[in-house]
């Protein structure tokens, strides 16, 4: 039995995301400096073709970070390019074939407006070798070619064009890439490193947490319109009668269940705040299994029912009653043309 397709990449000119891909079945995908060489040649000519512009980045043994911008929403093809690229030229050079990368990269979309999620995402890239006990002070972490940090703290030099320093810097109030901000970034860095290695591990660890789960990192604001790109994604897709999963699908499906809800109960006669009761709920609970994708069981919980059964059993009921009773025909005919949106 063939799946449901995974979810659709949010891709708008301007979005941040933080990329993540591993090694086939964890395998290393650097074996020596001369990989590490070839994968950043190979990003580079991504950056030139899909106009992407690199924040931050580390090479792990197994796997890689990015911190990317894309000028143009081309995430995809970009990423596509990128994979299939390095992974032909290293099975060239070692003389392998088949897959070097596992199914498919995570790409978390970041809010670069509001707060800290940026800085959050690009210590987090940055601090992955001390995390994975690599490294046992800053200065280790920052004298490495394969993590942005050192460039940026001027520590390694060369920077490449395509790693940008004005995002960065940005966050913590500087600039200009002059010495003094050059030191500063790198004993931010220090501090960082210290505490990973210290006693701040735990509290980094719950920050941390919000990176590496979930497909969106942000301010609320920065949610509700990341759902709403989401959102009319899948309307276009259920014209199409494509179907997608994933956190950000559910997160969406969820969101526009919730406004489906109110929009059929104020039809129905019910202010806001107020309880729907009776048969009023297999009502609003049949329209939403119709317009949306949300389980039984989160729907029951959202209309204060003890059990996803009890709800399943009143919508099966429902139909039955809608064969023969003319007033409930006529509640129904209120709301069964409204529309997920």
Not at 15 to 20: E, Q, S
Not at 189 to 194: L, P, S, T
Not at 217 to 246: C, N, Q, T
Not at 254 to 282: C, N, P, S, T
Request: glycine share 12%; net charge positive.
């Amino acid at each position: 039995m063939r799946g449901m397709p995974r979810a659709p990449r949010i891709e708008f000119a301007g979005a941040l995301y933080h990329v993540m891909n591993r090694g086939n079945h964890r395998q290393r995908i650097f074996a020596d400096n001369q990989d590490r060489e070839m994968f950043l040649a190979t990003l580079a000519e991504t950056c030139k073709a899909a106009g992407w512009v690199v924040h931050g980045f580390v090479l792990m043994p197994n796997h890689y970070h990015l911190l990317i911008e894309t000028v143009r929403p081309t995430l995809v093809k970009g990423m596509q390019w990128l994979n299939s690229t390095y992974t032909l030229r290293y099975n060239a050079r070692h003389k392998q074939r088949g897959h070097l990368f596992q199914g498919r990269y995570k790409a978390l979309l970041v809010d670069g407006v509001e707060g800290d999620y940026f800085l959050t995402v690009s210590d987090y890239i940055h601090m992955n070798p001390a995390r994975a006990k690599m490294v046992k002070s800053g200065e280790e972490l920052l004298g490495q070619k394969w993590n942005s940090a050192g460039w940026l703290a001027g520590v390694v030099k060369g920077r490449p064009d395509w790693l940008r320093w004005e995002r960065v810097y940005g966050e913590l109030g500087m600039e200009k890439w002059g010495v003094r901000e050059r030191k500063r970034f790198g004993a931010h860095m220090r501090r960082r490193v210290e505490e990973e290695l210290g006693s701040g591990r735990e509290e980094q660890g719950e920050r941390w947490g919000a990176v590496r789960e979930g497909w969106c990192y942000g301010s609320e604001g920065f949610r509700v319109e990341m759902r709403e790109r989401m959102r009319r994604m899948l309307v276009g897709a259920r014209r199409v009668e494509e179907k997608w999963s994933g956190a950000s699908v559910g997160e969406t499906e969820e969101a526009m269940a919730v406004e489906l809800m109110g929009r059929a109960m104020k039809v129905l006669g019910y202010g806001a705040g107020e309880e729907v009761v009776g048969v009023d709920r297999y009502l609003v609970g049949r329209l939403v299994r119709e317009q949306t994708r949300v389980g039984v069981g989160w729907l029951a919980g959202r209309m204060g029912m003890k059990t996803r059964g009890s709800l399943a059993v009143g919508l099966c009921l429902l139909g039955k009653r809608l064969e023969s009773d003319g007033e409930l025909q006529k509640r129904w005919k209120k709301v069964k043309d409204l529309q997920a949106c």
